[in-house]
């Protein structure tokens, strides 16, 4: 294709740096917009797949991923006492020797997908959103909040789950739904246990723990919740005490530890997915702005950061923009909708309290899957 083309990516999160830049990479001309001016990002842990690691490797990313951040294959089942049941083998040949699993604080990977913006001369508008945009067949104008005017071949929508872009360009696409769970996150020293991503099952709810460096982990708790309470910050620690009573072993230790000064945040899972093409007109969503899954893959980001790969791949060796969307989503489609609905069922299962057997041969059976290259 021309290179002459001109894209704009409004949201600098994890699938919006990806898209910039593998678009950069590939020599095409890209801006970044980002509405928050700090640019910052919550202090949670998140876990990496081996898929997501192999997609950082596309990105540039994953050698320094893996020095900030924390990588074993596998994940070990516990009972909710802690005691060993088996273990999940994620080691895979077509990985090519990438690590299976790991975890990395988001700050730390958004400081890492940052420098390498720099180094690539990308530098984010921040502080700015879109704040109108007249999109058509062959070219958008955006007006920005700043007052700038910009005029793109392209607009990449990857503004989130509540994305602003995806109302625009589809107001009829359903608006993002609560999926039943709110996921409670601990950020705490690792545990000389915790080796790899571990699981305990069979108790009042799923419970993980994940290094995220050699010193920290983080531990998720998924709490079965009919409605998205929003829970009062000063008290989190004293629900989260009585949500893991009866859990031993490590469990029991964290458990004990927990105090007002704990680092925790509670949120509502939530699902959104566009069910059919993720662009029109000259624009196009990606990452959680066309399908935010719930976290029990441990997916979401490595999608969006496929996306971005996709997405400039596609437009570099395509013969015009319309041409590119299409391919960009027929290898998107498929993959990150086995994401969203396997999470869901997991979900599902894990809210009826299903044997830990059930729950695990859904996530196995998606991970073979995710494995293929993209
Ligand atoms: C509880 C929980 C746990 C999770 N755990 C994992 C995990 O372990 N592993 C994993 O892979 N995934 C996980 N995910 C999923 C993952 O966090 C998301 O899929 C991923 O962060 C989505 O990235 P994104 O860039 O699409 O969106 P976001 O991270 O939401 O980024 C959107 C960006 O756009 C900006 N923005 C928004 N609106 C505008 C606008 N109008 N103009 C300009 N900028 C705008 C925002 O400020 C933000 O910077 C989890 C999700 C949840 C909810």
Known sequence: MRKNIRILVVGGGIAGMSAAIALRDAGIEVDLCERDPQWKVYGAGITITGPTLRAMGHLGILEAVLEDGYAADGIDICSAQGRPLFNID??????????????????????????????????????????????GQSGSTVRFSNGAIGEYDLIVGADGIY??????????????????????RLMTERHPSIERRTFFLGGRAKVGLNPVSRDQMYMFYLEAQATPLRRDEAGQHLVLHELMEGYGGVLAEI??????????????????????????????????????????LAS??????????????EIAKADDLPSALKTFMDRRFGRCKLVVDSSLEISRLER???????????????????????
């Not at 090519?96 to 790991?102: K, L, R, T, V």
């Not at 009826?352 to 993209?374: C, D, G, I, S």
Request: aromatic fraction near 4%; charged fraction near 20%.
């Open 90 to 135: 994620t080691t895979n040949d077509v990985l090519g020797g990438i690590p299976s699993a790991g975890g990395i604080l988001r700050p730390v990977l958004h400081r890492i997908m940052q420098r390498r913006l720099h180094t690539l001369g990308l530098a984010p508008i921040l502080g700015v959103s879109v704040e109108d945009m007249e999109f």
């Open 163 to 184: 994305s602003d872009t995806r109302r625009r360009i589809f107001p009829e696409t359903p608006v993002p739904r609560y999926a039943g769970q709110l996921c409670w």
């Open 255 to 296: 458990r004990d530890a927990l105090s007002a000064a704990s680092n925790i945040i509670c949120r509502p899972l939530e699902t959104v997915f566009v069910d059919g093409n993720w662009h029109r007109g000259s624009a196009v969503l990606i990452g959680d702005a066309a399908h935010a899954t719930t976290p029990q």
């Open 300 to 313: 979401g980001a490595g999608m969006g950061i496929e996306d971005g790969l996709v997405l400039a791949q």
């Open 352 to 374: 009826e309290r299903a044997a830990p057997e059930a729950q695990t041969a859904v996530v196995e059976k998606a991970l073979v899957q995710l494995n293929q290259e993209f």
